[in-house]
């Protein structure tokens, strides 16, 4: 294994534990421990902010290398697909998904509000979108982003 391979396997490995690590250890533990659910709700907005953003910088990196080796063929090997489906998730969840969410929440939702079924339709959605990002990139560490030589 070359040290390239080895520098995106880390990485690869690094997106997805923030993910893992943020979305389901630190954000529960937050909603089980603080009393007010605003203040919960707000700091996981932020943490989720940072995940998504760090997502976007580590796999925008990781497609430069992988194009950088193999230029077009990336768009036709199944690992360089998933790789380009992560990074589309995570950039859905950070410009569209989070931006929408907190537009909602601004609005001042009461519960069983038509705004608070709309931020779970969103909640929802982006929980969807962060999960199928965990199970990508737990496929990509598992075959690893290189086809591998014989």
Known sequence: MTKLERL???????WVGIMVG???IAVPVLFKLLDERKLAGSLA???FYIVT???LAIG???FVLRYKDVGFELFKQWR???LLFMLCLVAASLFVLQPMMAEVK???MTEGSELAKK??????????AYMAAIVSGCILIVFGLRKPEI
């Open 22 to 24: 943020v979305g389901y």
């Open 119 to 128: 931020f779970g339709m969103l909640h929802g959605m982006s929980s969807l």
């Open 106 to 108: 601004a609005l001042g």
């Open 53 to 55: 953003s760090v997502g």
């Open 8 to 14: 995106e396997n880390l990485l690869l490995s690094l």
């Open 80 to 82: 360089g697909c998933l």
């Open 60 to 62: 925008g990196l990781l």
């Open 45 to 47: 907005g932020e943490m």
